[in-house]
C-alpha cells in the first residue's frame, strides 16, 4: 500500500475527540494534486464533529479546498472552489457485507462508511477520498464556450438541420 498523503489517525477508545479541525500542509496539498491529476490544491481545511455509536464512529462536518484544475475544453488551469458537506461513518473492518447478488440502493442522505481496522480510523485519508469524489474530471474553465466557437464546435443543445437553419435566417433578417 502505498504511503497516504494526508494522514490524520483518531483513536476510538476510550472515546474519539468530540472535535477537529484538519488543515493540509503544503507536502500534503502538492502529493494530492499528483494523485488526483490535478494541477494544484492550493488550500484543503475539514472540521468534522465525532459521536460513538458502539464501536461505530459518525462525523460529520464540511470540507474546503481551492483546487487548480485544467479545462476539459480549452486545456488551460483555472482555480475552482470546493465547498462540501461531509457525513461519514466509521465501522469495523468487516462491518460492511454486501451480497454481490443484491442491489444496493444509496441514498444521498445516507453516511459514506469507511472501514477502519483495529483502534483508529484516518479522518484526513476519508477527507482525501471526499476531496477526490468532489472534482469535477471534466470541469470547464472560463474560456471553454470561446474555445468551441473558435473551434466550430456547435452548441448540442442548439436544432440543426434543414428547418433550424431557415429559422435562424428568419431571425437575422
Known sequence: MSAVEFSRIVKVRPQPPQHIDLNAGEAERSALAVRFGISEVRGLSATLSFEADGPAVSAKGR?????????????EDFAVRIDEPLDLRFVPQGSLTVDE?????????????????????????????????????YAEGPNADL???EAGIVDEDAPTGPLAEALAALKRS
Open 63 to 75: 470540507m474546503t479546498a481551492e483546487v487548480v484544475q485544467t479545462c476539459a475544453v480549452s486545456g
Open 101 to 137: 447478488e443484491e442491489e444496493v440502493e444509496l441514498s444521498s442522505d445516507d453516511p459514506d462508511e469507511i472501514e477502519y481496522d483495529g483502534e483508529s480510523f484516518d479522518a484526513g485519508e476519508a477527507v482525501a477520498q471526499s476531496l477526490g469524489l468532489a472534482i469535477d474530471p
Open 147 to 149: 474555445v468551441r466557437r
